[in-house]
Structure formats: C-alpha cells, structure tokens
C-alpha cells in the first residue's frame, strides 16, 4: 500500500475511465468531469472498463504520481453511478485496492466470549 499522509482526501471518479489516459489525461478529467483542482493535493481513483485495472494520481507537493494496479481475478468494486466523485477514507482505499468491498467489509472473526 502506497503510504498517504493522515487527512488526505481521496475521490473516487465514478463510471468507466479510458486507461489508455496517463497523468496529464486524467488531470484533465479530474478538471474538467470532477470539478476539482489536481494538484491540491488529493488522491483521485479512475477504474476501466473491464474492471480489472485502477489508476491513481496524486499531487504530493513536489510533483504529481501515477499508481496503477491490475486485479489478477475479479475486478474492483464500483459504485453504479455514471459521473461523480465519492469520497473515500483511507482504510476503504485500502479495501478495494486488496480486491474487498469497501462499501461493506465484513469482520470474519468474532471474540471468545469469556465463559
């Protein structure tokens, strides 16, 4: 996992992103479809088509970073809307960079109740 500062926010771009976009392209979405300014500082996640590929880019103060992740089985978890941007915690980027639905994660353990 990419190590992120605390407090920094992270967008989901909703719907289908082209992949073949590189920083300077998706900087530009980021403008132009999210209405936000790319290099404030804020992480943005884009998703393909098929689902089985994630970008990210972010402006950490020096410079701007592309991230890309492929899915070996499955896909991410998307939200169904069309347009849009979704804020996400930290904790849930992580979820659905290790192929987990992070609109539900499910606790798979439970305490021993003493007896």
């Known amino acids: 996992m990419i190590p992120l500062p605390s407090g920094l926010k992270i967008w ?3 719907g289908a992103t082209d992949m073949r976009l590189g920083m300077p ?12 300014d ?7 996640v884009f998703r393909g088509r098929r689902g089985d590929l ?3 880019i972010w402006h950490d103060g020096i410079g701007v970073s592309l991230y890309a992740k492929r899915i070996e089985r ?3 978890i998307w939200p169904s809307a069309k347009d849009g941007a979704i804020h996400l915690s ?3 980027l992580s979820c659905l960079l ?3 639905d992070w609109r539900n994660p499910q606790k798979t353990w439970r305490p021993e109740l003493a007896g």
């Open 98 to 100: 290790e192929g987990i």
């Open 38 to 44: 790319p290099y404030a500082g804020d992480v943005f």
């Open 54 to 56: 994630v970008k990210l």
């Open 74 to 76: 499955g896909y991410f």
């Open 25 to 36: 392209g998706l900087a530009l979405r980021v403008q132009q479809f999210l209405g936000r």
């Open 90 to 92: 930290a904790s849930q």
């Open 12 to 14: 989901l771009a909703a």
